[in-house]
């Protein structure tokens, strides 16, 4: 997945306008439906052209006209990175502390410095924690992750992975995994998602909220503010909180690689995030998507 975008900027909110909403429509949209949709959270028409630009280098979306209709489709061999990114944002599995644990140990000489450094980027990216140089962990699950990332980088080779129980180490092993997660950091992604979309949640639950119609990115930092107290949100109202909410929540995952608790310190907000995303889901993303449809039809 490309996580090379800030959450919140045009291009961001276009992948993960196409992460969420592409594939539902066939694979096709017109121009004026997407510059329609992402005008309602607060992109404008040329910074969604110059998204578009970007995606379409990055191999994922192909201008495709159809008829008089200028459009653009999904470039199909963007749809297994979509697919594998669908699992890991929707799908968040936390380990247990009887699971085993999948260790990566690998070796690359210096003239292959720029494999080492997509390897470590990788492995970084897939949420695997840094014991040492050349020895990296995370949970068992990952397992055919990053044998497939080791698959696509052309050293599986030059690598070994390991499943094991609970590595033994000298000081109390959340001290360790202090060491090799930023936890702290990742802790802060949490509280601030969190802090954007918990109240928003408990408006719903009791009154639903009114997602706000964002005008530019700066308006997203207080959508927990815009919320209504009379109806369910409406289709135009749920796309816009949903598509908000799942472009700050999509990096989370990566990072996040699901932790035992035996590795978390005290008051880890890490599950109250996990369960408010999905609580947020619920709500959020058939009228969401309802919406979209809806535009990309011309009604």
Same mark, same amino acid.
């Given at each position: 997945?490309?996580?090379?975008?800030?959450?919140?900027?045009?291009?961001?909110?276009?992948?993960?306008?196409?992460?969420?909403?592409?594939?539902? #429509?066939?694979?096709?949209?017109?121009?004026?439906?997407?510059?329609?949709?992402?005008?309602?959270?607060?992109?404008?028409?040329?910074?969604?052209? !110059?998204?578009?630009?970007?995606?379409?280098?990055?191999? #994922?979306?192909?201008?495709?006209?159809?008829?008089?209709?200028?459009?653009?489709?999904?470039?199909?061999?963007?749809?297994?990175?979509?697919?594998?990114?669908?699992?890991?944002?929707?799908?968040? *599995?936390?380990?247990?502390?009887?699971?085993?644990?999948?260790?990566?140990?690998?070796?690359?000489? /210096?003239?292959? =410095?720029?494999?080492?450094?997509? #390897?470590?980027?990788?492995?970084?990216?897939?949420?695997? &924690?840094?014991?040492?140089?050349? #020895?990296?962990?995370?949970?068992?699950?990952? *397992?055919? +992750?990053?044998?497939?990332?080791?698959?696509?980088? /052309?050293? =599986?080779? *030059?690598?070994?992975?390991?499943?094991?129980?609970?590595?033994?180490?000298?000081?109390?092993?959340?001290?360790?995994?202090?060491?090799?997660? /930023?936890?702290?950091?990742?802790?802060?992604?949490?509280?601030?998602?969190?802090?954007?979309?918990?109240?928003?949640?408990?408006?719903?639950?009791?009154?639903?909220?009114?997602?706000?119609?964002? $005008?530019?990115?700066?308006?997203?930092?207080?959508?927990? /503010?815009?919320? &209504?107290?009379?109806?369910?949100?409406?289709?135009?109202?749920?796309?816009?909180?949903?598509?908000?909410?799942?472009?700050?929540?999509?990096?989370?995952?990566?990072?996040?690689?699901?932790?035992?608790?035996?590795?978390?310190?005290?008051?880890?907000?890490?599950?109250?995030?996990? +369960?408010?995303?999905?609580?947020?889901?619920? !709500?959020?993303?058939?009228?969401?998507?309802?919406?979209?449809? $809806?535009?990309?039809?011309?009604?």
């Amino acid at each position: 997945m490309d996580l090379d975008h800030t959450s919140g900027s045009p291009t961001s909110l276009l992948r993960t306008f196409v992460g969420l909403h592409l594939r539902d #429509l066939g694979g096709w949209i017109r121009v004026a439906a997407l510059l329609d949709l992402l005008a309602a959270v607060g992109v404008s028409n040329s910074s969604t052209r !110059s998204a578009v630009s970007r995606l379409k280098g990055k191999g #994922l979306l192909i201008p495709d006209k159809r008829g008089t209709v200028a459009g653009y489709r999904l470039d199909p061999a963007a749809v297994t990175d979509l697919e594998r990114g669908d699992r890991r944002i929707f799908s968040y *599995r936390g380990q247990r502390d009887d699971e085993p644990w999948c260790l990566v140990s690998y070796s690359l000489p /210096e003239v292959d =410095r720029s494999k080492r450094v997509q #390897l470590r980027r990788a492995l970084m990216g897939l949420g695997f &924690g840094a014991v040492i140089d050349g #020895l990296w962990i995370a949970p068992g699950h990952l *397992r055919a +992750e990053v044998e497939d990332a080791l698959e696509t980088l /052309e050293v =599986r080779n *030059r690598a070994t992975i390991f499943l094991t129980q609970t590595p033994l180490t000298a000081e109390p092993f959340a001290q360790a995994a202090a060491r090799w997660w /930023e936890l702290d950091t990742l802790a802060a992604r949490h509280t601030e998602f969190l802090g954007l979309y918990e109240h928003s949640a408990s408006r719903m639950e009791s009154s639903a909220p009114k997602a706000p119609h964002a $005008e530019s990115s700066a308006s997203h930092a207080t959508v927990a /503010e815009h919320t &209504g107290s009379a109806m369910q949100p409406e289709p135009r109202q749920a796309f816009v909180l949903w598509l908000r909410c799942v472009d700050d929540w999509k990096t989370i995952p990566y990072v996040d690689p699901g932790l035992p608790p035996s590795a978390l310190p005290a008051n880890w907000p890490g599950m109250r995030s996990v +369960e408010l995303f999905a609580q947020l889901s619920r !709500s959020l993303a058939e009228p969401a998507r309802a919406h979209v449809r $809806e535009i990309a039809a011309g009604r």
